[in-house]
């Protein structure tokens, strides 16, 4: 059974399952959905709770079996729960979990956590996780959009009895707060609760909001590329301005916008030579956002500006490995801004200003 994180709270309210599965790499919503089962476990008699963390090829599966089987003498329910960082039980926990599955049913006295990382699609569709999902609950907590950010606060925000100004000025103070935060979700979280400690229930203004969140952005470069595609001019120069000063290597976020650029024109190619579109994007592994984004811009792109963008990203890959090239930036950091924003407002609708600036060859 799958439940989306917005439904968990109606379902632990009808009754608990004797099996829960958590995955995803965002550690605040894991860590208060878990929180979330725990609380609704004791409510309902589950005083004891034992923590494994399956760590190393070693570790003794056999105890965590055992543990489920035993209880001890002060307690008649009992939380057993597993973590696995790695996301890779191996051989023995592959079977020890698929045993664990099957045991869940009809057993009121073992309440079964298990916490995972974000799972490939080759990973869920193994024995283990489909044992764990056809006899228990599965949770994806997925981090929060950039798209989505602004709202996530707002809601977070009313949840202690504040919020910020009706209309755009709202929207302004919600946008600024999301830019400070953006990729750094836990952070998000202890800002949202610091503005609850420094100020009264009520609307919040622009200043006040502005005076006390930090700024505790954190970027990556799949994120870049994601906005990059999206034509999203500020957004970009803000997140290379972060991956530099969080001393990102320039290598792979060359490569990041080199492979969507390659990507870019292999499936341009493949359009000429007759080639449906979702075949030609399957054939480059480009699904998800990304093969909504790559259909959004393909039909903008003419051959002759992708062959411009290719050559210049063979240039910038020389220069972050020290060449030197006539007409370009010698720093390398420079010289991918300028790629990143030949792309970028290659990808826009309507370009901007200061996306303009970088659009010479």
Known sequence: MQLAPAQLDAHLSKGLRSLYTLHGDEPLLQQEAADTIREAARRQGYTERSVHTASGAHFDWGAVMAAGGSL???????????????????????????ELAQQAQGNDSTLTLVLLPKLDRQTRAGAWFAALENFGATVQLDPVDRAALPQWIAQRLARQGQRVASGEAGQRTLQFFADRVEGNLLAAHQEIQKLGLLHPAGELG??????????????????LSEAVLAGQVARVQRMLDGLQAEGEAQVLVHYTLAEDIRALKRVKDALGDGKPLPMALREQRVWGLKERLYERVLPRLSPLALDSLLHAAHTVDGIVKGLKSPGWPTDGWQALHRLAMQLCLACVIKPTPEAKQFARP
């Open 72 to 98: 001890s003498l002060f307690a008649d329910r009992q939380i057993l729960e597993v973590r696995i960082p790695s996301g890779k039980p191996g051989k023995d926990g592959s079977v020890a979990l698929q």
């Open 206 to 223: 622009f200043e006040q909001v502005e005076a006390a969140v930090l700024n505790v952005a954190r970027y990556d470069v799949f994120k």
